[in-house]
């Protein structure tokens, strides 16, 4: 079939790999001119570790990952108040968990097409028409062609949900909490390999530093209602105003915001979609079922549902109504359940009073404890899924 995907992130490429594979006609079209570079990292484990161990990239990721020593909490006085071990973490995951840059996994991703799926950046769909027998996409550049079907991994404000299935917001779960994400060169203090967190009641903010000098920091706070979209200054501004007040080093890391080489804000919020998909056209990753950044497995998801699908496509010879409902199947429950877990993870981030703030800081504490830490890292590190067996090429 020729299948067009819109949105190279992470889900994008990963459905593009495995649908060569199975020896579909694809295309990639991604919005931006380039790959994103740089941003923020992210924590990639669960069942989306083993679909990259299938597509042959997890050596890549080690390399380029971080390995993190420690996870430590610190008062507003920068002193550490409860820490625990990573590798803890690691090892409750089998081995199968790497810290990487967000752009470093969707970069190796993409590489493993190896320059053989059709790839348009700077472009978008403005229009999908599907008339039951293909879909017509107008391009935004004025270009029009025909797909069989058109796949939205075009993250959480996907354009191919809105032209598909409807605005926005009939389908988000707001979480009430802002997050901002950017790094900065030359920042000091630097500690290597320890992601250093200080929280108050209402905000949080995490510090860690990257190769190269650069450190990232990533900023939690309590918000409710609508943030500037695409306007970084009036962005920059709003954190500034929220942030004023907040203890630890966060005078200083407001100071040097002017000089940040990259800058991402956005609501924490879930995608809950009645469907994935409606007639030709199908969703995945967070343009699908978004679970948020307090979930921490975005990306996992994003590729599990990217592989499933693919080989629901190649399981349905072609049917694929037939295999957009097994892919759903095979997939919702698990996913919602993931999002209503990271919903009740909000206080855990942003404590909305000071007896949860307590609370908090008295479980990070005891997660340095090893017996309270394999029970809850044993927990959450399983994926209740097992994955189909690799499609025939
Ligand atoms: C601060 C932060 C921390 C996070 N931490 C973690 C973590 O620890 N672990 C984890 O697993 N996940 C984490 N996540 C979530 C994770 O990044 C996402 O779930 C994941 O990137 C989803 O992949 P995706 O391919 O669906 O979407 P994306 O990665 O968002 O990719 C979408 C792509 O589509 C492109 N695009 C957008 N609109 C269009 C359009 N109209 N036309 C064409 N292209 C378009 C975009 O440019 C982008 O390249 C975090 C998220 C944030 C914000």
Known sequence: MRVLIVGAGIAGPTLAYWLRRTGHDVTLVERAPRLREGGYVVDFWGAGFEVAERIGIVPRLRDEGYRFREAREVGGD??????????RVIDGAAGRYVTIGRSDLSRAIYDALDGDVETIFGDTVAALADDGGR????FQSGA?????????????????????????????????????????????????????????V????????????????????????ELPVDDVTAQQDLLRERLTGF???????????????????DGASQMLMP?????????????????????????????????????????????????????????????????????????AFVPRNRM????????????????????????????PIELPPVPAG
């Open 78 to 87: 920068g002193r550490r108040i409860a820490h625990f071990d990573p590798q």
């Open 135 to 138: 879909v017509g996409v107008t």
């Open 144 to 200: 029009e062609r025909e797909f069989d079907l058109v796949v939205g991994a075009d993250g959480l404000h996907s354009r191919v949900r809105a032209l598909a299935f409807g605005p926005e917001r009939e389908f988000e779960r707001h979480l009430d909490i802002a997050v901002a994400a950017f790094d900065i060169d030359g920042y000091r203090p630097r500690d290597e390999l320890v992601a250093v967190m200080h929280t108050e």
């Open 202 to 225: 209402g905000a949080q903010a995490l510090r860690i530093a990257l190769r190269d000098g650069a450190t990232m920091f990533c900023i939690m706070f309590r918000h409710e209602g």
């Open 247 to 265: 203890g630890w080093e966060m005078p200083q890391i407001l100071a040097q915001l002017p000089q940040a080489r990259t800058f991402y804000m």
């Open 275 to 347: 469907s994935w998909s409606r007639g030709r056209i199908a969703l995945v990753g967070d343009a699908a079922a978004c679970p948020s950044l307090l979930a921490g497995q975005g990306s996992a998801l994003a590729m599990v549902e990217a592989y499933v699908l693919a080989c629901a496509l190649a399981e349905a010879s072609g049917d694929h109504r037939a295999a957009f409902a097994d892919y759903e199947n095979r997939l919702a429950g698990l996913v919602r359940r993931k999002q209503d877990g990271a919903v009740g993870l909000s206080g």
């Open 356 to 383: 949860m703030l307590l609370l908090r800081n008295a479980v990070f504490g005891l997660m340095g404890v090893p017996f309270i830490e394999n029970l809850a890292i044993g927990r959450s590190l399983r994926d």
